[in-house]
């Protein structure tokens, strides 16, 4: 990525800061976000490793050990994207998910994606759904309870599914061609399916 795709990609990814001078009550910080240990080169993360850009993938920080584990990630500015999960085994390089066998992903383009197959592509007139076209502003749910990695949009569920979803899964965002997403651990703008909760951590398991 050249020094003004970068610039451009900060420009955008600062987009909307306040920088105040006065003193504020700045409240405890999720300690899950996205993990810049685990990220594409070419990648920047953002706003307290809330928000990411550039071009590659990201994972957070936080593996999906408890039984349902829900996230949303929200379309700050289009591009190329994909949300979905990945092992730390997965190329962190690559700018689109599912395109090596340690990512599940849903993309941009609205295919489902793994091991460079497209598993299922979105239907613009799903039954019983309104026409789904993914887009800025959009909100995908994540949810995973170890059998199945499903999504919804909008809090609308989507009806496929991925399963066989193997190894120790983190979750992941991708990001090219002026993409920018946020990623939602607390507070969601939908509520999580039933029995779906936030990521925790292993220790706050026991």
């Known amino acids: 990525m050249s020094s003004v795709s970068v610039f451009c990609c900060l420009k955008g990814c600062l987009n909307g800061f306040n920088f105040q001078p ?3 009550h700045i409240p405890k910080q999720n300690p899950i976000q996205l993990d810049t240990s ?4 070419d990648v920047v993360v ?3 490793g809330q928000r990411v850009c ?3 993938a990201v994972l957070g920080n936080a593996p999906l050990v408890q039984s349902k584990s829900y996230f949303e990630v929200k379309v700050q500015q289009g591009g190329l994207w994909s949300v979905g999960l990945a092992t730390r085994q997965t190329d962190l390089s690559l700018s689109i998910g599912g395109m090596d066998e340690f990512s599940w992903a849903l993309c941009s383009d609205q295919i489902f994606r793994h091991n460079e197959q497209e598993l ?3 239907s613009l007139n799903d039954q019983n759904q309104k ?7 959009d909100i995908i749910g994540v949810a995973f309870d170890h059998i199945q990695l499903k999504f ?16 120790t899964t983190y979750p992941a965002l991708y990001v090219d061609e002026g993409a920018i997403l946020d990623v939602v651990l607390e507070n969601f ?14 220790q706050s398991l026991l």
């Open 120 to 122: 299922h592509k979105l």
């Open 38 to 41: 685990y990220m594409g080169y």
């Open 189 to 202: 703008n939908y509520q999580p399916p039933s029995g779906f909760e936030k990521i925790m951590l292993e």
């Open 152 to 167: 919804s949009i909008n809090g609308s569920e989507l009806d496929y599914a991925i399963t066989n979803v193997k190894g």
């Open 54 to 56: 550039g071009a590659g």
């Open 46 to 48: 953002v706003k307290g």
């Open 131 to 137: 026409p789904q076209i993914l887009q800025e502003g």
């Open 22 to 24: 006065h003193n504020q």
